[in-house]
């Protein structure tokens, strides 16, 4: 699991995309759950400057591509406001619980 939870000014939430795309390569079973600041990239527009559609592309291609599970807290949604807004193409919004017991059952779990 790649658990991504960087600000989106600082590049971290966006190179957890990259990792979580580096991944399926040598790991069956990849998991890309966005939380806190990073939760913002499941929302299609709200990546900042002219990275939006990069982040597009990459959510595309770990959904479509790679057929890795890309999972929002909802709670974090909600603390930006963001929780009325759409989600890109493929990505699940759970609770926090969820995202707690999905990192728990993990074999391994990558913070970035």
Same mark, same amino acid.
């Given at each position: 699991?790649? $658990?991504?939870?960087?600000? $989106? +000014?600082?590049?971290? /939430?966006? *190179? @957890? $995309?990259?990792?979580?795309?580096? #991944? ?8 890309? @759950?966005? !939380?806190?600041? =990073? +939760? /913002?990239?499941?929302?299609?527009? @709200? ?11 990459? *959510?595309? =291609? #770990?959904?479509?591509?790679?057929? !890795?599970?890309? #999972? ?5 949604? !909600? %603390?930006?406001? *963001?929780?009325?807004?759409? #989600? ?6 759970? %609770? ?7 990192? *728990? ?8």
């Amino acid at each position: 699991m790649v $658990l991504a939870r960087g600000a $989106l +000014a600082d590049d971290r /939430a966006a *190179l @957890a $995309l990259r990792v979580a795309l580096a #991944l399926p390569l040598g790991c069956p079973s990849v998991v890309l @759950a966005l !939380v806190g600041p =990073a +939760a /913002a990239l499941a929302v299609p527009g @709200a990546a900042p400057g002219g990275r939006a559609t990069q982040v597009a592309r990459e *959510l595309a =291609a #770990l959904v479509d591509d790679e057929e !890795v599970p890309v #999972l929002v807290e909802q709670e974090s949604l !909600v %603390a930006m406001g *963001l929780e009325d807004s759409g #989600l890109h193409p493929g990505v699940s919004q759970i %609770a926090r619980w969820e995202i707690h017991r999905a990192c *728990l059952e993990a074999r391994s779990c990558i913070v970035i």
